[in-house]
């Protein structure tokens, strides 16, 4: 009986340590298996809903969008053009106007030049009526990295029209850099490449027509869409690759006149249509705005961008909206300018909304406080209202 005993016992522990086994080892697959499950990926950017068509009768034609005179009609159509070319008809609301003006007073209560400020204020929540509001929003005013947002959309037109050849993939690194941190560097190298071109020495003749017809196709490319008297053909600087702390030689150029150099030229009415057909899914192709939807995504929680000292958020639309709501934004500044383009939406959808703010002053470039309180008052101004009281 003792050693019958002790032979049970032995077979029972190599039992029990086999079925332990087994468990450890399905639980160690159910992890593996498990795995791209947990992972957490960014949450896909929104998509407006296309706008509703209305009857004439209550069609308002917006007066501050409806372009001058369409560049297409004078000139033949480029082969390298922005998709687009009817500009969006959102209809024009009072409402939003009284929520615009008030932005303005915010600007100015902190002695900031209301003569040198640019807003759009467009409203896409409810599907039946677009709406827009803005203050000197067809203004020409310098963007300073704004200009990126349409670098990004010429990119990905000239990836699709085969303009560029090599793989999307080997731009994955510039364009990040470019869009996520507004790397100039990286802008530089991209803007090169849509207009194959190069930085250098000066040039002459007619090498120096044929380098300032390829970079200036940049403009002609949203010019040619209804974007009128855009400008968008100088880099932004420091470029450090190439050691230059502003233009030299043939883009000092481009920039003619020294005492009225040609600067980077855009109307907030321009940045507010192309983010808006990037979420309309319209810009380039419905897989390029997406794509670009994603670049402009930004993360509001604190602990995202508090410790980045090359966050976009501190001192912008971004700081003073709560963070869990959608935000996209591409900024721009220098010593003398603030300028930002974005696109926020709440998860509830109550307010859905562009706004575009440009400030060309050097008292914007120094103050951090009135892109903060001009957002979070358009926020809530829209998010209390809702979509549902359209005026």
């Known amino acids: 009986m003792p050693s019958r005993r002790r032979v049970r016992t032995k077979f029972s522990r190599l039992k029990y340590r086999n079925i332990l086994c087994l468990i450890a080892g399905a639980i160690a697959f159910f992890w593996v298996v498990t795995i791209p499950f947990r992972i957490r990926r960014a949450p896909e950017p929104p998509v407006i809903l296309p706008q509703q068509a209305v009857s004439p009768q209550e069609t308002l034609s917006p007066p501050t969008i409806e372009p001058s ?12 053009s922005y998709n687009i070319k ?8 009072q409402e939003l106007q009284g929520i615009v003006d008030e932005a303005v007073k915010i600007a100015t209560s902190k002695g900031l030049p209301a003569e040198r400020l640019s807003i759009s204020l467009f409203d896409v929540s409810n599907s039946q009526s677009h709406t827009f509001a803005g203050y000197q929003n067809q203004t020409l005013r310098f963007p300073a990295s704004v200009a990126k947002l349409f670098w990004m959309a010429a990119f990905y037109a000239a990836i699709e029209k085969g303009i560029i050849t090599q793989r999307e993939s080997a731009f994955k690194n510039d364009l990040e850099q470019m869009m996520r941190v507004s790397n100039n560097d990286a802008a530089s190298r991209l803007l090169d490449k849509i207009t194959d071109t190069k930085s250098g020495g000066r040039l002459a003749g007619e090498e120096l027509q044929t380098w300032l017809k390829k970079r200036t196709q940049i403009n002609t490319f949203f010019q040619s869409a209804g974007y009128n008297d855009l400008r968008i053909s100088t880099k932004n600087y420091p470029i450090y690759y190439l050691r230059q702390e502003g233009p030299i030689g043939r883009d000092l150029q481009l920039r003619g006149d020294a005492s009225v150099p040609i600067r980077n030229q855009v109307t907030t009415d321009q940045a507010a249509r192309l983010i808006y057909e990037i979420y309309t899914r319209q810009a380039v192709s419905s897989v390029a705005s997406r794509k670009m939807a994603y670049l402009l995504t930004r993360d509001l929680d604190p602990k995202a961008w508090k410790n980045d000292p090359l966050n976009s958020i501190q001192g912008f639309l971004g700081e003073s909206l709560p963070p869990n709501i959608y935000f996209g934004s591409k900024v721009g500044y220098t010593s003398k300018s603030r300028s930002e383009a ?15 703010v440009f400030a060309d002053d050097p008292a914007y470039s120094k103050d951090e406080t009135a892109f903060p309180a001009i957002s979070r008052y358009v926020f809530d101004r829209l998010n209390a209202r809702g979509p549902s009281n359209l005026q």
Do not use: G, H
Not at 69 to 80: G, H, I, K, M, V
């Open 86 to 93: 009817t500009p969006p008809n959102p209809v024009y609301s």
């Open 342 to 356: 974005a696109f926020v939406r709440t998860l509830d959808d109550r307010a859905i909304y562009i706004l575009v």
């Open 69 to 80: 005179e369409n560049l297409a009609d004078r000139q033949s159509e480029p082969t390298f």
